[in-house]
């Protein structure tokens, strides 16, 4: 995770480009469902714009980050996301926002007195938030300036494209966006528009984890697991001034009788390798195993799925796992204490 301080320069253009995008108030014609591309210069990811404001409660725009970050805002929107603390796990993006200046805190305001830039009124203030799933919201870094910076100048761009001929965004049913794609020539960037479906090259990445298997595990007859992981809404701070973390928790829970047959800490960055041995060792220590596992999130279901294959185990995804959701609740309430 990159650190990397903006720089003045850098600052001061993000706030243009944030004050042009909040003079233009796109959000009168375009709602949060209008999705668009912006690639990034620096690299080649594709940020996924969302305007906010048709509501008249928030105002800004939301740059998600590629794929993981584009099925953040689609969970959202689709309903899987329940609570504050999913809502945390699913995020990956840069926000802009116009807020009141009681809204803002001493950093953001120490920032905009050095820039020597000046605002007035309420919901005119710029504040920008960073989202990494499993971190609290933080300040940008360098890279994430710059993204931001040009995507809010594009965003400007396709808004009032928009605004002539709704048509220029494709619709959803179509799998593809519209992305504007910078192209370089004779040391100059240029920006054209293309119709582009998402690359799911990096959805999920693949991990070789090994893990203990028992010979001749005992499969129950009838018997049904409920398994998924979820933040404990406590965030860490290791360190004065370093993003705090929020833990993450892997739960097991018995469908029948409600009983936590296991449960694990770790943090997001390490959850795919962590929670891979965790299941298996579990099932190693248990001796025995369920004849189905059931899940309610995607990747709970990649990562467990070649262990449970190892033993004739379905995985098979639910939109509700009640017994595991009461387990959480009891658990949310009462704490953690981890060992």
Avoid: N
Avoid at 36 to 51: N, Q, S
Avoid at 73 to 87: A, C, E, H, K, N
Avoid at 141 to 170: I, M, S, W, Y
Avoid at 292 to 302: A, L
């Amino acid at each position: 995770m990159s650190t990397q301080e903006p720089t003045p320069e850098e600052w001061r253009r993000l706030y243009e480009a944030a004050v042009a995008f909040r003079d233009l108030a796109p959000w009168r014609w375009m709602t949060d469902s209008d999705i668009f591309g912006v690639r990034d210069p620096d690299g080649r990811e594709i940020g996924y714009c969302c305007v906010l404001g048709m509501a008249g409660e928030v105002f800004g725009m939301v740059l998600y980050r590629g794929i993981r970050g584009l099925k953040g805002y689609l969970d959202t929107v689709q309903g899987w996301i329940r609570s504050p603390m999913d809502f945390i796990l699913s995020q990956d993006c840069i926000r802009a926002t116009f807020e009141d200046r009681a809204d803002l805190d001493r950093r953001d305001l120490e920032l905009i007195r050095r820039l020597g830039l000046r605002f007035r009124g309420r919901k005119m203030w710029p504040q920008f938030r960073s989202f990494i799933p499993g971190y609290a919201p933080w300040y940008l870094a360098g890279h994430e300036v710059r993204f931001l910076t040009v995507a809010l100048e594009q965003a400007v761009v396709v808004a009032e494209k928009f605004k002539e001929d709704p048509e220029v965004l494709p619709p959803p049913e179509e799998g593809k966006f519209l992305v504007r794609v910078p192209v370089r020539r004779g040391g100059k960037v240029y920006w054209r528009s293309r119709r582009m479906e998402p690359d799911e090259g990096d959805r999920y990445r693949m991990f070789h984890v090994e893990f203990p298997v028992v010979e001749g595990l005992d499969v129950a007859s009838g018997k049904v697991w409920e398994v998924g992981y979820f933040a404990m809404p406590t965030p860490i701070q290791e360190e004065r001034g370093k993003r705090p973390f929020y833990p993450c928790v892997f739960m097991c829970v018995d469908r029948d009788s409600g009983f936590v047959l296991g449960a694990h800490v770790t943090s997001y960055d390490d959850l795919v390798e962590e929670g891979i041995r965790w299941f298996a060792e579990m099932l190693a220590d248990l001796g025995w195993g369920p004849e189905e596992v059931r899940v309610s999130q995607v990747d709970v279901e990649g990562m467990f799925s070649p262990v449970a294959e190892v033993y004739g185990i379905p995985v098979r995804k639910v939109r509700v796992l009640r017994a595991w959701s009461s387990a959480r609740k009891s658990m949310e309430r009462f704490g953690w204490e981890r060992r």
